[in-house]
């Protein structure tokens, strides 16, 4: 591959390592922020119930313990992120080490083509090159101990952080709920 696609792509990975790391950790704050609402809120209106407070504790140290999960996984990319370009010259090394090949040169220039392009247009262009992305993730893999900034970005550990951020996300959907059935029961107990 020829060093301006690899430039170009080692600049996407660095681009798209900022992204997952602020999402992850916003995902993982939010979620043990809702948690520890629900426990402290489903404790107070339940405090009757033994099992149902052992339910709201329950789910309330999953919610919190789930973000830690999502922010140990995320180590990795957090380290790749702080040093963006050690992280830029693995990735640009890796892509021009890679053989020449139809996908990785057309993935680079749909890159390129999104930052000219506007408006709906740049949404759908930019909707095909994650499709690319994501077809070559399997093919194409830094290997973590030669590449170990690279190696957080490996399919597996990326799958790992979205499911243990999914996990997060639904435990504390769950825990809203509780804390609103909670603030419910002790709003209907203040009132009668």
């Known amino acids: 591959m020829d060093t301006s696609a690899a430039s170009t792509l080692a600049n996407l990975l660095v681009g798209f390592a900022i992204r997952v790391r602020r999402a992850v950790t916003a995902i993982a704050v939010v979620a043990a922020v809702g948690g520890l609402t629900a426990c402290v809120l489903g404790i ?23 973000p830690l999960l999502v922010a140990y996984r995320a180590r990795p990319i957090a380290t790749a992120v702080a040093k963006p370009t050690e992280t830029a010259t693995e990735a640009k090394a890796y892509f021009s080490s890679l053989p020449a090949s139809f996908d990785l040169e057309a993935l680079a220039q749909r890159v390129q083509s999104v930052r000219q392009t506007q408006g709906s247009r740049r949404l759908w262009t930019l909707a095909q090159g994650v499709r690319q992305v994501t077809d070559l993730t399997g093919r194409v893999a830094p290997d973590p101990k030669v590449q170990p900034l690279l190696g957080a970005f490996t399919p597996a550990r990326l799958r790992g952080l979205w499911w243990a951020s999914l996990a997060s996300l639904w435990l504390w959907f769950i825990s809203m709920l509780i804390a609103g059935l909670a603030l419910l029961t002790l709003l209907v107990g203040s009132i009668t």
Not at 46 to 62: E, K, M, Y
């Open 44 to 66: 107070a209106a339940w405090h009757d119930s033994t099992p149902a407070v052992v339910l709201v504790v329950l789910i309330g140290v999953a919610a919190v313990a789930a």
